[in-house]
């Protein structure tokens, strides 16, 4: 399988600022999926990047708000915009792999 | 539209004990059916998948049924340690989706 890391790990942040979150997977990955996972609750897919395509987003969630990016097929960047207090949560990127799925570590986002 | 329930929300036993959590999907599409351990300040890690075609997989002290006219599926665990102490997210995934239940925390006492 291959290994996910996250950038950052955690982060403190300002209501109205943005921060964009680094995905890096050691292997080449078709797609690559990014998860929102608020605290206490499941996982909630926001949207698949596709290398070389705009990303697909799930119901509910839009491209100005979580801006998605997928150079390579490496790596992959989703940005908070705008942040609220409501957008604090764990934000996990992760791959298939054959017909198994792995996550990433995940960024601990607090927005005060 | 399609959805997994899982309970209990909160499971707590003894060490040496058994843990069983249970999970129920709508989607009769599904066919993948895995489970995931996240520890604290840690992404949710596969621990054991099952397949449609299969009723009953094990892998050492976990193990997974799998009941497809009932549309349920349960995680045993036997002989619990502390280290288990985790959140455990059952999923169900059919064509390109996966979804998954809602957790349950489980809480080994030592």
């Known amino acids: 399988s291959a290994v996910i890391s996250q950038k950052p790990s955690r982060d403190i942040c300002q209501r109205g600022t943005s921060l964009t979150i680094q995905c890096q997977v050691d292997?080449?990955?078709?797609?690559m999926f990014w998860y929102r996972q608020q605290p206490g609750q499941s996982l909630t897919l926001i949207a698949t990047a596709n290398q070389g395509s705009e990303a697909t987003y799930e119901s509910g969630f839009v491209i100005d708000k979580f801006p998605i990016s997928r150079p390579n097929l490496t790596f992959s960047t989703l940005t908070v915009s705008n942040m609220s207090p409501e957008d604090s949560s764990i934000y996990l990127c992760?791959?298939?792999?054959?017909?198994?799925?792995?996550f990433g570590p995940g960024t601990r986002l607090l927005v005060l | 539209g399609e959805n997994v329930e899982q309970h209990p929300s909160t499971l707590s036993v003894q060490e040496g004990d058994s843990a069983v959590i249970k999970c129920t999907y709508s989607?009769?599409?599904?066919?993948?059916f895995p489970w995931y351990k996240q520890e604290l300040g840690k992404g949710p890690q596969l621990i054991i998948d099952?397949?449609?075609?299969?009723g009953e997989k094990k892998d050492q002290r976990i193990a997974v049924t799998l009941n497809k006219t009932a549309k349920h599926f349960s995680l045993h665990i036997t002989e619990t340690q502390p280290e288990d102490s985790a959140v455990y997210f059952c999923a169900a995934r059919g064509g390109f989706k996966t979804i998954f239940g809602a957790g349950t925390r489980l809480f080994v006492k030592a």
């Open positions: 292997s080449q990955v078709t797609m």
């Open positions: 992760s791959h298939w792999t054959g017909e198994t799925q792995y």
């Open positions: 099952i397949r449609s075609n299969v």
């Open positions: 989607d009769s599409a599904s066919n993948y």
